[in-house]
């Protein structure tokens, strides 16, 4: 048991002089903490992964079950005890051991690493200035209309995408419907994802034959109920007729009055009164009148675009909280498990070399 012993000195020596290194560099580093106990400083350290620190006693073990399946070291024979007496003791010999404790101290301190320690004393949490907006958006058949090229659906999905591009700071959700109502996305601040689902958006996905827009509002509103923003929105992309049973759109407009939701209507196509594709500009005026949004007609595209831009300018920020973000230590640990281990390499490699 003597050379596991040495190589657990050796590692502990390690680990202590990881230890001095890193309160002096805390104390020459910080002045905030020179009148802070040490018990408070180690207190506020808390572990991401805690798991990980599992792995630390791997290296341990390791070297325990090299000393259980080879327990003689090799040897070297002499043909007369004075000559080996002779040779006296260096201190090559006395830290033989040395490299050894060296790699089990730094398997320790990349486990301490691996599990990421942080500091509860420097913790924030990220603010950003945002909108949560869900966009409503009408899969219906008359969709198809070509008055606005190619036809309504795709040119309101191309709006709709660039919308998204230009609002990097804003959660937005997207929910479509036709004959029903259903959630593409929730509210998200991970726009790649969501601007891909919208250009996948398809007529045929869901049945368009009716158009539900009380039942997409419902929907939407139900994705801003845990919303914590001041400013909470709707935006509402249609050709405006109503004409599927479920809740009917003027008393979800007055649901979202109740809730601080402003809904703003966005017309497709021409106002014609007559065939597939007919369109109903008074609702979506009421709609946005109850709840003090604002209702916006779009014969084309130019206009559409235009419609959607006065839209963002009448929006008013707020300010979103977001993840709680804490300062990592795992540098302190991880630096000087590589010093350790570089240190190991040159001393196996050059003075305490072992042969044969």
């Known amino acids: 048991m003597r050379p596991v012993l040495s190589i657990s000195l050796f590692a502990l020596a390690g680990l202590v002089l990881t230890a001095l290194g890193i309160a002096a560099g805390i104390w020459l580093g910080t002045s905030a903490v020179e009148t802070m106990p040490i018990a408070t400083l180690l207190r506020s350290v808390s572990w991401a ?14 070297i325990l079950l090299r000393h259980w399946l080879r327990p003689r070291p090799p040897t070297m024979r002499f043909s007369r005890a004075a000559t080996l007496r002779h040779l006296g003791t260096t201190w090559a010999a006395a830290c033989v051991h040395l490299p050894d404790g060296f790699r089990v101290a730094a398997g320790v301190l990349l486990a301490a690493a691996l599990a990421r320690p942080q500091s509860t004393l420097g913790g924030d949490r990220i603010r950003h200035e945002g909108i949560d907006i869900v966009i409503a958006l009408d899969l219906s058949q008359s969709m198809e ?14 709006v709709v995408d660039d919308f998204i591009r230009r609002r990097p700071r804003d959660r937005i959700g997207v929910v479509v419907f036709g004959s029903t109502a259903s959630t593409v996305a929730p509210l998200t601040m991970d726009h790649n994802v969501l601007r891909s689902l919208v250009r996948g958006l398809r007529l045929g996905v869901m049945d368009g034959s009716l158009t539900a827009i009380g039942p997409g509002l419902g929907v939407a509103l139900n994705r801003l109920e845990e919303s914590e923003a001041t400013s909470k929105v709707i935006v509402l992309l ?10 009917d759109p003027d008393s979800a407009a007055q649901r979202a009055h109740e809730r601080g939701v402003r809904i703003y209507t966005v017309l497709m196509g021409r106002q014609i009164r007559q065939g597939d594709g007919s369109v109903d500009p008074s609702r979506l005026e009421r709609i946005a009148g109850v709840t003090g949004g604002y209702a916006y007609a779009a014969a084309d595209v130019e206009t559409l675009q235009v419609s959607l831009q006065d839209l963002l300018d009448k929006l008013e920020r707020s300010e979103i909280e977001g993840q709680q973000v804490r300062p990592e230590l795992f540098p302190w640990l991880l630096w000087p498990a590589l010093v350790l281990l570089a240190i190991e390499v040159l001393l196996r490699n050059t003075r305490l070399r072992r042969f044969p």
């Open 145 to 158: 209309a070509p008055d606005l090229v190619p036809n309504r659906l795709e040119a309101a999905k191309a």
């Open 238 to 247: 249609t050709d405006g007729v109503h004409n599927a049973d479920g809740l």
């Open 49 to 62: 992964q805690p798991t990980w620190l599992v792995a630390a006693a791997l290296p341990v073990l390791a």
